[in-house]
């Protein structure tokens, strides 16, 4: 078992370097053969797009990368260690990446099999405590891993990470990063990350009190067509206001009542939660075009709509649901 951890932070002993180690250490510490490159330290120019490898399949920039793409075609298991650089991964990992370009002519181009499945981790920090901050990042190495047959098994993201070093401090991130290493190295199964979704907004609400205005952008106008026919309609929206605090919270005292119990979120109506999704069943009082006029729609001026359905009683109504007491106590208010 061979294991590259390759490192992209121009930073020595930096938060991603460090995690990469401790991978490295874990990958090691099940007998794999592992090694780390420094992308700082080594010469890796960009990409020049000279088209030379068109034909061959091979990179004809001589500098580092002439010694790393053997290495690169015999590992097992990829750690890539980046941070987050203007929302992406930094200059140095992208010319390496991108120095990759002539491995996808011999996949894509010259059609050359690889049937060689490696293994793959992404790690990467960053300032930023938003989940979305690690999001171009990933599409990036997603389609590296992809380029190179390596799985994107697994990934290491820890936002809140300013000053070199901090993530020692972090109570888990280091031992996380060593298990990983360790099961990636071993070929112990990983929890696979999902891929990342991106939602289009469809429209804003514009609140106008007791009614609002949906307002959704004109390409979208005939999707509305028939619904008219309904007296009511549920809007899902997103509370694009809420904090990353209000993200990573799991327990809420609903409505912020100290005398209701301490709920998960995924058991009440609190905004606070990791995908801010609202839901608003409304009374649809007219429709122009592509704007829609509601009542009882609870979300602020120009908060973003994500979808709108028609209410159906037999589908959206329950007669014998039940709930907690709290929520009774709740309305009461
Ligand atoms: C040039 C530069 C750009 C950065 N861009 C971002 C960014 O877009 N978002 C963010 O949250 N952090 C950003 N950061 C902060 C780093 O991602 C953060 O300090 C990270 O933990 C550094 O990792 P390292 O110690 O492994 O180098 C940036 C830092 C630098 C130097």
Redesign the pocket.
Same mark, same amino acid.
């Given at each position: 078992m061979k294991v590259i951890g390759v490192s992209g @932070? /121009?930073?020595r002993g930096?938060? @991603? &370097?460090?995690l990469l180690e401790q991978a490295l250490d874990g990958a090691k510490s099940r007998g794999a053969g592992i090694e780390k490159l420094v992308l700082d330290e080594l010469e890796v120019n960009p990409c020049r797009n000279c088209d030379d490898c068109l034909e061959s399949g091979v990179c004809t920039t001589q500098d580092d990368m002439q010694a790393i793409y053997p290495r690169l075609d015999e590992v097992d298991c990829l750690f890539l260690?980046s /941070? =987050? #650089? #203007?929302?992406t991964v930094t200059a140095q990992t992208k010319a390496f990446i991108d120095r990759c370009q002539c491995l996808w002519v011999r996949r894509n181009v010259l059609k050359v099999p690889d049937k060689k499945r490696r293994r793959g981790l992404f790690i990467s920090?960053?300032? @930023?405590e938003r989940p979305v =901050?690690f999001q171009s990042a990933i599409s990036v190495v997603r389609a590296f891993f992809s380029t190179l047959n390596v799985g994107y098994d697994a990934e290491l993201l820890f *936002?809140g990470? &300013? &000053?070199? *070093?901090?993530?020692a401090l972090h109570p888990t991130a280091l031992k996380e990063a060593f298990e990983v290493g360790a099961r990636l190295a071993s070929g112990e199964e990983v929890a696979e990350p999902m891929a990342p979704m991106v939602l289009r907004p469809i429209g804003v609400v514009r609140n106008m009190g007791e009614e609002s205005e949906v307002i959704l952008q004109a390409d979208f106008a005939e999707a509305l067509d028939g619904i008219e026919g309904f007296s009511h309609i549920k809007v899902l929206y997103w509370m694009h206001k809420l904090s990353p605090q209000g993200r990573s919270t799991m327990k809420v005292h609903p409505r912020g009542r100290m005398k209701l119990p301490l709920t998960g979120v995924f058991a009440t109506r609190s905004p606070s939660r990791p995908n801010p999704v609202g839901i608003s069943t409304v009374r649809l009082l007219e429709r122009r075009g592509n704007i829609l006029r509601v009542q009882g729609l609870d979300a602020i001026d120009g908060t973003p709509v994500i979808d709108i359905k028609p209410y159906l009683p037999g589908y959206d109504s329950t007669p014998d649901a039940s709930v907690p007491d709290w929520v009774g106590r709740r309305d009461a208010g």
């Open positions: @932070s /121009p930073r930096g938060n @991603s &370097e460090l260690a /941070p =987050v #650089f #203007f929302l920090t960053a300032h @930023s =901050v *936002g990470m &300013e &000053e070199k *070093g901090q993530i």
